[in-house]
């Protein structure tokens, strides 16, 4: 079993990480600064700033994506328990009781849609306030953009893929249950 470490709390919600979250982090980290000094033809050191400050937003980004999912839980009546970052690398999860007893289809189908649906929220302020500082272009303006792109790609529409562990899978499994 992997080891576990709980971080504190979110919104009520027990937030946790393994050690995949540092591996995830850090290749977020490299990736992002690569981009910004092989792409954009940032300075050194600006691209591993602004690496480092994307691969921050993007683990922001998916708390928000799990907030989402949170709020649906809770309107629901099934809330959730916690957030766990890491466990599929560059993913988290919803944590819901163990005991939880079984529920209709209804109630997963709509804990999964509330991740996307508050990822779209992220996704349209961004992207106004990307356009609003579009003559700038300067870091500042390209991290908006990315936490843009990354909200509407990763966590709006990357969660209809089914791919086992994520809201597509869920939706798929239930929708035909409902």
């Known amino acids: 079993m992997e080891k576990t470490y709980n971080v ?14 540092i591996v995830g982090t850090i ?6 600064s690569g981009v910004g000094r092989l792409m954009l033809d ?3 050191t600006q691209a ?3 690496g480092i400050i994307a691969a921050l937003l993007y683990w922001l ?4 994506h799990q907030l989402g999912h949170a709020y649906a839980a809770y309107r629901t009546g099934y809330p959730m328990i916690g957030i766990h970052l890491g466990k599929y690398l560059f993913f988290g999860a919803s944590l819901y009781p163990e005991n939880e007893e079984p529920l209709p289809a209804a109630i997963h189908i709509r804990r999964a849609f509330g991740g996307p649906i508050i990822s779209f929220v992220l996704t349209i302020v961004s992207g106004v306030i990307a356009l609003i ?3 700038v272009k300067d870091p500042i ?3 908006v953009l990315f936490v843009c792109a990354i909200n509407l790609l990763v966590f709006t529409i990357g969660p209809f893929l089914p791919l086992g562990f994520t809201d597509g899978s869920t939706l798929l499994k239930w929708w035909g249950k409902r």
């Open 141 to 143: 303006w390209w991290i």
């Open 27 to 32: 290749i977020l980290w490299m990736v992002f």
């Open 42 to 44: 940032f300075p050194l």
């Open 8 to 21: 504190g709390k979110i919104s009520g919600l027990g937030l946790s990480v393994e050690p995949l979250f």
């Open 48 to 50: 591993i700033v602004v």
């Open 61 to 64: 980004s998916e708390i928000v």
């Open 133 to 135: 500082l579009y003559p």
